[in-house]
């Protein structure tokens, strides 16, 4: 199976830093958001990642690419438990570098398009927003891979599978909450972006999507919203011809869409290590004091 990376916005709310620097290539310590979400798709056995990128957004490009000079330095200086971290990711999948052509219409639909050449007609795909994270035991994308195939076994219309985690009431308002045709086995009817009351569930939707190719049926300009190609909007359409499965992923999401939201995002993400947990803990208690 292969996945789709969204990872060519502008980033406006980092600005400065983010006019040379990708925000996907922002550090989560000592990797950046990028290698851990290729790495997550590694663990669920994804075969090719397509990182859709804009133009000049070379650093990205240039992470997954080797450097045998520093590899060797890092071999002749006796440091080369520096370099494991990057081999998680080296040659583990094949990976494609897209340029989103600015022909296409703005919004988080147009990364799907501008892979579609890279995609086989009929086969489903995973596609990802580079800005959310997941902590988890089990890849948060492994998770919905499993899931769709348990849920193909027995369901031949299957459309998808979309990442979900139930939230606080005061909070559903903030994101898309799904509703169910088949609240049992969780079959969505649609999505309702930031319900101001009265919200179907709690099961706040985020960017991970497996999804049917028939995606792109439903993913052109008919369905711009606002000047914006929304990819919720065409999947709101699939859920109403094919059942999409909503899965409420074992694990933690960390959205790392605005400074503050990434210095959350931070700060969880180093609490995971033991080298780093007691450390963080004794400098927060001074802060306190």
């Not at 580079?130 to 299957?158: G, P």
């Not at 706040?204 to 000047?227: H, M, P």
């Not at 709101?236 to 503050?260: F, I, R």
């Amino acid at each position: 199976m292969k996945a789709v990376i969204a990872t060519a916005g502008y980033s406006t709310r980092f600005l400065p830093v983010c006019k040379s620097v990708p925000k996907s290539m922002l550090p989560m310590q000592e990797v950046p958001i990028i290698h851990e979400i290729v790495k997550e798709c590694i663990d669920a056995g994804i075969t090719d990642v397509i990182l859709v990128t804009s133009f000049g957004n070379y650093p990205v490009e240039d992470y997954f690419d080797n450097r045998p000079d520093l590899e060797t330095f890092l071999k002749d200086t006796g440091k080369e438990e520096r370099y494991e971290r990057f081999n998680e990711v080296f040659g583990k999948v094949n990976i494609t570098v897209v340029r989103q052509n600015k022909s296409l219409p703005y919004g988080n639909g147009s990364p799907v398009l501008a892979a579609k050449p890279w995609l086989k007609e009929g086969e489903p795909f995973v596609f990802i927003f580079s800005d959310d994270l997941v902590l988890s035991e089990v890849s948060a994308v492994k998770q919905l891979v499993d899931e769709y195939n348990m849920r193909k076994e027995t369901d031949s219309n299957i459309g998808g599978v979309v990442a979900a985690q139930e939230v606080d009431a005061k909070e559903i308002h903030k994101y898309g909450a799904a509703s169910f045709k088949d609240e049992e086995k969780r079959i969505i009817d649609t999505i309702v972006e930031k319900p101001l009351e009265n919200p179907p569930s709690l099961l706040a939707t985020y960017g991970r999507y497996l999804v049917d190719y028939s995606i792109f049926d439903y993913l052109n300009k008919e369905n711009i919203q606002q000047g914006e190609l929304y990819f919720p909007v065409a999947l709101d359409k699939l859920c109403k011809v094919k059942n999409v499965y909503c899965k409420a992923v074992d694990g933690e999401w960390l959205t790392t869409g605005d400074p503050l939201s990434y210095l959350e995002a931070q700060i969880k993400y180093a609490m995971r290590r033991e080298d780093y947990k007691k450390e963080l803990k004794r400098f927060f208690s001074n802060i306190e004091k």
